[in-house]
Nanobody, 124 residues
């Protein structure tokens, strides 16, 4: 059974950076398409990025383009979300999710396995 564990969240000042990690247990993450989502209090869950296993291409939500970057370390079975120039509007619980499909989408229903989430708070 595939299990995803996120870490790396915390409190950061506006303009700061955080790197979130998503480690997979029970399966090889390299063979999965991966997405990062977030959910702020009182708001719907939204996709931040999606990375297709077919070609390792990544699409980003417009509001995070140029600030957030997804990368993989296959040796560690881990995907990272590097977040720079953080804004208060980025405050949310962040989730990684995966699917065996070779193409990723920004639709949460596309994903079969989810991590438990990690809290990111951007505040001065």
């Amino acid at each position: 059974q595939l299990q995803l564990v996120e870490s790396g969240g915390g409190l950061v000042q506006p303009g700061g950076s955080l790197r979130l990690s998503c480690v997979a247990f029970g399966a090889t993450l390299e063979t999965y398409s991966i997405a990062w989502f977030r959910q702020a209090p009182g708001k719907e869950r939204e996709a931040i990025s999606c990375t297709s296993s077919a070609d390792d291409s990544t699409n980003y939500r417009d509001s995070v383009k140029g600030r957030f970057t997804v990368s993989r370390d296959n040796a560690k079975n881990t995907v990272y979300l590097q977040m720079n120039s953080l804004e208060p509007e980025d405050t949310a619980v962040y989730y990684c999710a995966v699917t065996k499909a070779t193409l990723a989408t920004m639709d949460s229903a596309w994903y079969d396995y989810w991590g438990q989430g990690t809290q990111v708070t951007v505040s001065s």
